[in-house]
């Protein structure tokens, strides 16, 4: 079976994103992204037509997805609840309490089920489920829980739960890998910087803290996200625009972070307003270098120690400038970027601290498809029963 593609399903309630990937050699063989699922006017209906698309845009490119030998489909699922820590076979359960997950993650999970439910009835191989929660069951009661009163958080499921876990413990696996470094004995933080933006705490290849909480609104600042706020802000906004629950969910979802306060979600956008001399986009990245300090700062307490620092996803892996203003003033907690490695320009994971630097500063590019395919092939090689 070895060397038989994985088929990687992302969907999304209005997209379908997929690639089919190999996990032994990480050959992508194909991929691409479904869109405007269910919008008016749009050729696909749903997620069983966003599935027959995707067929024949594979079949377009040469890709005849019954001979390929499909080794199995991982779909990446956003919350797993209190209840999945690792990725899942699919069955009829399953796929029912994923169901019923969807109240803690009303804009994510629905998507998931209809693209879950769409390619079972496409793709008669074993589907496995890859929660983007799972990395994060690990945080200690301490971590994960609110200060609310404990029957209520109890009987609501609600706690910090953390997201983009896959993407933090391969960056966390291949840091360790690029140090050279057993992870059991490795003390790391990642920062994850694309559109959404986490960072977490890792002790010996176990999360211990990360910056997003019940929803992935809580922590750093993102493209059109707040990230954290005085949780008064609510009221606030309530008592005097007359806001309601759902415009301010919509408002600190879609309306703020780097979008907010400077008028542009992307980070690319944003520096090049910052070079022109843009007041707002200059005062938007320092809150956010500000809120990135914080949680590095609060992490290397946590830790009691730090060896690693990573950075990745689209502003992590590409953004010198961001790099260099993270850990700018902060020699004298063993944190040096050599400025000329920083500046390389490369899609390889690398370390950009000089040597013997008391903390190696790494950057470390996520692959969450290709995590997704190998945990995928990891759990069914497990079963031999399958
Ligand atoms: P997603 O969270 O959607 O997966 P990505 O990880 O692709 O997003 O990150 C997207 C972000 O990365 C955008 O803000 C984009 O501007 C930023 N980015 C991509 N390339 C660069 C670059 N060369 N310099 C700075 N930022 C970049």
New binding site residues.
Partial sequence: MSESPVLVLNAGSSSLKYQLVIPETAEVQAKGIVARIGEPGSPVADHAAAMRAMGKDLAAVGVDLDSVGLRAVGHRVVHGGPDFSDPTIIDDDVLNEIKDLIPLAPLHNPGAVSGIEAAREEFDVPHVAIFDTAFFSTLPAAAATYAIPRDLAQNYRIKRYGFHGTSHQFVSRAAAELVGRDLGELNQIVLHL???CSASAISGGVAIETSMGLTPLQGLVM?TRSGDVDPGLHTFLHNELGMTVAEIDTLLNKQSGLKGMAGV????EL?QRRSAGEDAAQLAFEVYVHRLKHYVGAYLALLGGLDVLSFT???GE??PGLRAAVVDGLDGLGFLVDPELNDVRSKVARVISPDGAPITIAVVPTNEELAIARETAALLDSRSDL
């Fill in positions: 694309g559109n959404g493209g979600n992307d980070f690319r520096e996803a689209g502003v590409n953004s």
